[in-house]
């Protein structure tokens, strides 16, 4: 699969499953406009590699007017955004009735209402060009619940349901909407999952061990690599079919 002349806008992507994804696609040849508040100078080394154009955007994807000069910058710096790759996410781990107002209303900015601003505001330059591939990075928590994690629980099955509109409307035409569904990746948000339990008095090693038994039957981390090449599946000729899904890349953690 060759992307060629294509920009891929990956939000969330300094770091993690998205400067993982963002690699893959710069590998098959696209461009790619990368966005977080890690370290941009690493990024764009890594991803500007493999010789296609890459660039970076700071925008605050809880802040609508930054997501709209994040689109801005990309119709004037790539002529706008062919893969549009909704990554970025937060998390805040607390009962419900002890949640942080304004923790909730920050997970639910990021994680589901950046996804549909970035969505809308991408669709118009698809339909102009007459393809696109939209792939948001969902959870398996966007298909099962854990306690303690209402926000982000609430905000990836809002993702899953806004991925299943979008595929329907655009149905008929050569751009796709889909969601994958990662469990455990070993990203900085699990990793301090390991440091809590490793700071209870928990043998680190033990301690991935035992989060990855909890819920994970293959006992190993999902990469980002693996989504990274399932993104770019879903933006070929063979991935064209693929509407509307969430696709499971979760060590068997949904098969239970």
């Known amino acids: 699969m060759k992307l060629s002349g294509k920009t891929a806008l990956v939000t969330g992507s300094t770091s993690g499953?998205?400067?993982?994804?963002?690699?893959?696609?710069?590998?098959?040849?696209?461009?790619?406009?990368?966005?977080?508040?890690?370290?941009?100078?690493?990024?764009?080394?890594?991803?500007?590699?493999?010789?296609?154009?890459?660039?970076?955007?700071?925008?605050?994807?809880?802040?609508?007017?930054?997501?709209?000069?994040?689109?801005?910058?990309?119709?004037?710096?790539?002529?706008?955004?062919?893969?549009?790759?909704?990554?970025?996410?937060?998390?805040?781990?607390?009962?419900?009735?002890?949640?942080?107002?304004?923790?909730?209303?920050?997970?639910?900015?990021?994680?589901?209402?950046?996804?549909?601003?970035?969505?809308?505001?991408?669709?118009?330059?698809?339909?102009?060009?007459?393809?696109?591939?939209?792939?948001?990075?969902?959870?398996?928590?966007?298909?099962?619940?854990?306690?303690?994690?209402?926000?982000?629980?609430?905000?990836?099955?809002?993702v899953i349901g806004l991925t299943k509109v979008v595929g329907l409307e655009t149905a008929t035409t050569a751009i796709t909407c889909n969601a994958i569904c990662p469990g455990w990746v070993l990203t900085p948000l699990v990793q301090k999952q390991i440091d809590d339990r490793a700071a209870a008095g928990v043998d680190p090693q033990q301690a991935q061990h035992d989060l990855l038994a909890e819920k994970q039957p293959s006992l190993a981390f999902v990469t980002p690599e693996h989504l990274g090449e399932l993104t770019l599946f879903l933006c070929s000729e063979a991935g064209s079919q693929v509407r509307g899904a969430a696709w499971n890349v979760d060590g068997g953690w949904l098969a239970q």
């Open 17 to 158: 499953i998205g400067l993982g994804i963002a690699r893959v696609l710069a590998e098959a040849g696209a461009d790619i406009l990368l966005n977080g508040f890690g370290d941009p100078a690493a990024a764009l080394a890594e991803v500007g590699r493999f010789g296609t154009r890459v660039r970076h955007h700071p925008a605050d994807l809880g802040d609508v007017a930054q997501l709209e000069a994040l689109f801005g910058f990309a119709q004037r710096e790539f002529g706008g955004v062919d893969i549009l790759v909704n990554n970025a996410g937060i998390q805040h781990v607390a009962p419900v009735d002890e949640f942080p107002v304004e923790r909730w209303d920050a997970i639910i900015a990021v994680n589901l209402s950046a996804v549909f601003h970035c969505t809308r505001l991408a669709l118009p330059g698809m339909r102009a060009r007459g393809w696109g591939r939209i792939v948001n990075v969902a959870s398996v928590h966007g298909q099962v619940g854990s306690v303690g994690k209402a926000a982000y629980v609430a905000a990836k099955h809002g």
